[in-house]
C-alpha cells in the first residue's frame, strides 16, 4: 500500500466535509437522534453528520476499491468488514456534534485507517473553524497544516484536565483524581486545572496544543464511553509524537474490537505531560 496516497486522499476527505461543515456552522441545523452510547452526546445526530458521511465515502471509495479497504462509520450500522480486512477506514464526520449543534468550539472531522490488528497507520484531524489540519503515518512522522511537526517542550507547570464535561460531574470522578495526581507528582507539576466542552477527538489535539494536559476516560459497565472513531485518528498522532495514548490501566487501546465498537470496557488516557521541562 501507498499510505502517502492513502493519507492524501483522506486529507482531501477530510477538508470537503470540513467545508460542508464551517458552511453550516451559522445555520440552524435540525437534530434527530440515534442509537448510541449511554449519554445524551453519542445520541444526536444531523443532517450536516450524514451529508459529511456520505462525501468522505464517495471520496475514499476509488482507493478503498484499488486497495481492498473496509470501511467504518459512525453514521452507519458495522458491516464487520474491519474484521475481515487488512484494515479500514475508520471515520468520524463530525465528532463534537453537541458543540456544533450549540454553535460552541471543539468539533472537528476524524479519518483514520487501521489494519485488521487495531493498528492505527494513518491519522487525520480537520477542524474547519481554525482551519488547522494534523496528520500521521506511521514511521513517517506529524504533520501540522502539511508541515512536519513536533510540539516543543514547554516551561508551564500547570496541567489541564481536559473532557467534555467538569470532574465533578463525571462518574468515578475520584479515580481520574487519582490519575491526575500521579501526573502532577511524576512531573513536579504544581496545579491543575480544568477544561471543558468539545468532542473527544479535538479535545485530544487540545491534549497535545495546551501541554501539559490530560483527557481520561474510566472503564464502565455501560455502553458508551466513546468509540473506535473517537480515537483511531488521534491515536496515530500520538504514537507517532511518542505521547501517551493507551486505555486507563497503560496497555494499548484495543482499536478493533470484535464485539462491538464501544470503549466503556478499557477507558482511555491521552497525555501530553512528557512536553513539560
Same mark, same amino acid.
Given at each position: 500500500? /501507498?499510505?502517502?496516497?492513502?493519507?492524501?486522499?483522506?486529507? $482531501?476527505? &477530510?477538508?470537503?466535509?470540513?467545508?460542508?461543515?464551517?458552511?453550516?456552522?451559522?445555520?440552524?441545523?435540525?437534530?434527530?437522534?440515534?442509537?448510541?452510547?449511554?449519554?445524551?452526546?453519542?445520541? !444526536?445526530?444531523?443532517?450536516?453528520?450524514?451529508?459529511?458521511? *456520505?462525501?468522505? %465515502?464517495?471520496?475514499?471509495? #476509488?482507493?478503498?476499491?484499488?486497495?481492498?479497504?473496509?470501511?467504518?462509520?459512525? +453514521?452507519?450500522?458495522?458491516?464487520?468488514?474491519?474484521?475481515?480486512? /487488512?484494515?479500514?477506514?475508520?471515520? /468520524? #464526520?463530525?465528532?463534537?456534534?453537541?458543540?456544533?449543534?450549540?454553535?460552541?468550539?471543539?468539533? &472537528?472531522?476524524?479519518?483514520?485507517?487501521?489494519?485488521? +490488528?487495531?493498528? #492505527?497507520?494513518?491519522?487525520?484531524?480537520?477542524?474547519?473553524? =481554525?482551519?488547522?489540519?494534523?496528520?500521521?503515518?506511521?514511521?513517517?512522522?506529524?504533520?501540522?497544516?502539511?508541515?512536519?511537526?513536533?510540539? %516543543? @517542550?514547554?516551561?508551564?507547570?500547570?496541567?489541564?484536565?481536559?473532557? /467534555?464535561?467538569?470532574?465533578?460531574?463525571?462518574?468515578?470522578?475520584?479515580?481520574? %483524581?487519582?490519575?491526575?495526581?500521579?501526573? !502532577?507528582?511524576?512531573?513536579?507539576?504544581?496545579?491543575?486545572?480544568?477544561?471543558?466542552?468539545?468532542?473527544?477527538?479535538?479535545?485530544?489535539? %487540545?491534549?497535545?496544543?495546551?501541554? #501539559?494536559?490530560?483527557?481520561? $476516560?474510566?472503564?464502565?459497565?455501560? $455502553?458508551?464511553?466513546? =468509540?473506535?472513531?473517537?480515537?483511531?485518528?488521534?491515536?496515530?498522532?500520538?504514537?507517532?509524537? +511518542?505521547?501517551?495514548?493507551?486505555?486507563?490501566? *497503560?496497555?494499548?487501546?484495543?482499536?478493533?474490537?470484535? @464485539?462491538?465498537?464501544?470503549?466503556?470496557? +478499557?477507558?482511555?488516557?491521552?497525555? =501530553?505531560?512528557?512536553?513539560?521541562?
Amino acid at each position: 500500500m /501507498d499510505f502517502k496516497e492513502l493519507a492524501n486522499s483522506a486529507i $482531501k476527505a &477530510a477538508k470537503a466535509a470540513g467545508a460542508v461543515i464551517r458552511n453550516a456552522a451559522k445555520d440552524n441545523v435540525a437534530v434527530d437522534h440515534k442509537d448510541g452510547g449511554t449519554n445524551y452526546a453519542s445520541q !444526536v445526530v444531523t443532517e450536516i453528520d450524514r451529508e459529511c458521511d *456520505g462525501i468522505i %465515502r464517495e471520496i475514499l471509495k #476509488p482507493i478503498s476499491e484499488k486497495y481492498d479497504i473496509a470501511f467504518l462509520t459512525e +453514521e452507519l450500522p458495522d458491516d464487520g468488514s474491519r474484521l475481515k480486512k /487488512d484494515c479500514f477506514w475508520c471515520v /468520524d #464526520p463530525l465528532d463534537g456534534t453537541l458543540a456544533f449543534i450549540r454553535k460552541e468550539p471543539g468539533y &472537528a472531522v476524524s479519518i483514520a485507517l487501521v489494519s485488521k +490488528e487495531g493498528i #492505527p497507520l494513518i491519522g487525520v484531524v480537520y477542524n474547519p473553524t =481554525s482551519d488547522l489540519l494534523y496528520h500521521a503515518i506511521k514511521g513517517s512522522g506529524v504533520f501540522r497544516n502539511n508541515q512536519s511537526w513536533q510540539p %516543543r @517542550s514547554t516551561d508551564n507547570k500547570v496541567l489541564s484536565f481536559i473532557s /467534555d464535561k467538569l470532574l465533578h460531574e463525571i462518574p468515578n470522578a475520584e479515580q481520574i %483524581r487519582a490519575k491526575i495526581d500521579i501526573q !502532577v507528582n511524576d512531573y513536579q507539576l504544581l496545579v491543575k486545572k480544568e477544561c471543558f466542552g468539545g468532542g473527544a477527538v479535538w479535545n485530544a489535539i %487540545r491534549v497535545i496544543e495546551e501541554a #501539559p494536559a490530560c483527557m481520561i $476516560k474510566t472503564p464502565k459497565e455501560e $455502553k458508551g464511553g466513546g =468509540s473506535l472513531w473517537d480515537y483511531a485518528a488521534t491515536t496515530c498522532i500520538f504514537n507517532e509524537l +511518542e505521547l501517551q495514548a493507551t486505555n486507563f490501566h *497503560g496497555g494499548p487501546l484495543d482499536l478493533n474490537k470484535a @464485539s462491538d465498537t464501544y470503549m466503556n470496557h +478499557e477507558g482511555v488516557f491521552f497525555s =501530553s505531560v512528557e512536553l513539560s521541562r
